[in-house]
C-alpha cells in the first residue's frame, strides 16, 4: 500500500501527527489488523468479478490492483483499465516502464499497457489525485467483466449505504496470493479528527485488507450493474497496522480516490476516443482544464 514505502511527504506527517495517540492506545484483539473480524475472501466465479487483476511492471515485485472499466453502449478497440498512481512508481521515485495488466493475476492473459494516464506522479505530496488510467494495447476476451465509472459523492454514498446498498473491495495481501474481496463495508461519514477530513475528493472506507490492496476498485452493486465509484489509495493506521493492533477511529482512515472530476473525465474519454495520437506513452492530467504534459 502507499504509504508505507515512502519515507516524506504525507506518511511521514500522518506518522508525526498519529504517533502520540498510538502510544496513549491499548491494543484489543483484532483478527484482521484493522476492523476485528475478518471479512476478507477470495474471489469467487458468482461473484462477477473477472476483469479485476494485477499489474505487473518490470524491476518491481509489487503487484498493485487494476479494474477492467467500459460505459454502457461503448464497445472500444482497446480495453481501459482504472488503478492508482503510485502503481507506477517504484522505490526510488522513478515511473516504471514496460507495465502489463493482468486479469484475475493470470498471465496469460495479460496485455501491455500502451499509455497510461495519471492525476499525479507525485503521490506523496498529492494523495488526494492519486489515479491512474491505462489503455491496454487490445481489447481483452468479452466475458471478462468490466465496472461502469460513476460519480457518487459522499453523501449520496451514506444514504446507499443506510438502504442498505451493496460496497465491496477487491485486491489481494502483499505481492502475492488470490484476489480477495471484503464485503459488509464501503464509505464512511469524516470525522473531526481525520487527517483528511476537509478532503471531499476521496472517501474514507471500513473496508479490511493489507498492504497490496492499492488500486482495488471499490465497487458498488446496484440494480444488476457493477459501478466504480472509488480506487483504494491509502491504508488505515500504518504504524499500527504493521504492529497488529486494531482499527481506531481516531487516526487516518482507509482512503479511497473518487472516481470524479478529471479523473472521471479521463475515463470517459479515453473510454470514448482510446489513447491519443501522441509520440507520448504518459501523460499527468492537468488542472482548469489545460492540457495534459508529458510524465
Known amino acids: 500500500m502507499f504509504g508505507l514505502g515512502g519515507t516524506t511527504g504525507y506518511r511521514a506527517l500522518a506518522a508525526r501527527l498519529l504517533l502520540p495517540a498510538i502510544l496513549l492506545l491499548v491494543p484489543t484483539p483484532s483478527a484482521a489488523n484493522i476492523f476485528g473480524t475478518d471479512d476478507r475472501r ?103 467483466s468490466r465496472l461502469v465509472p460513476r460519480a457518487l459523492d459522499a453523501r449520496e454514498a451514506e444514504l446507499k449505504r443506510r438502504n442498505p446498498a451493496h460496497f465491496l473491495l477487491v485486491g ?52 444488476g450493474t457493477d459501478y466504480l465509484i472509488a480506487v483504494n489509495s491509502t491504508e488505515v493506521n500504518a504504524i499500527t497496522h504493521i504492529s497488529g493492533r486494531p482499527y481506531n477511529g481516531r487516526m487516518n482512515p482507509n482512503t479511497a480516490v473518487r472516481v470524479d472530476g478529471v479523473f472521471l473525465e479521463t475515463l470517459q474519454r479515453l473510454l470514448k476516443s482510446g489513447a491519443p495520437g501522441s509520440a507520448s506513452g504518459c501523460l499527468v492530467a492537468s488542472m482548469g482544464g489545460m492540457p495534459a504534459l508529458p510524465c
Open 42 to 144: 477470495d474471489i469467487a466465479p458468482e461473484d462477477g468479478l473477472s476483469g479485476i487483476g494485477t499489474i505487473v511492471c518490470e524491476g518491481t515485485t509489487r503487484r498493485p490492483t487494476a479494474a477492467l472499466v467500459t460505459l454502457p453502449g461503448t464497445v472500444p478497440g482497446r480495453d481501459v483499465i482504472a488503478t492508482v498512481a503510485h502503481a507506477f512508481l517504484g522505490s526510488n521515485g522513478q515511473r516504471l516502464e514496460a507495465c502489463e495488466f493482468w486479469p484475475g493475476a493470470d498471465a496469460s492473459l495479460s496485455a501491455p499497457i500502451a499509455f497510461l494516464e495519471t492525476g499525479t506522479l507525485n503521490p506523496e505530496g498529492n494523495w488526494h489525485n492519486d489515479w491512474a488510467v491505462g489503455v491496454l494495447d487490445r481489447r481483452l476476451p468479452g466475458h471478462l
Open 172 to 223: 489481494h495481501n502483499g505481492e502475492r496470493g488470490p484476489l480477495q474481496v471484503s464485503e459488509r463495508c464501503g464509505p464512511v461519514a469524516k470525522t473531526g479528527s481525520d487527517l483528511n477530513r476537509f478532503d471531499a475528493r476521496v472517501f474514507n472506507h471500513d473496508c479490511d485488507m493489507m498492504p497490496g490492496w492499492s488500486g482495488g476498485p471499490l465497487v458498488l452493486k446496484e440494480n
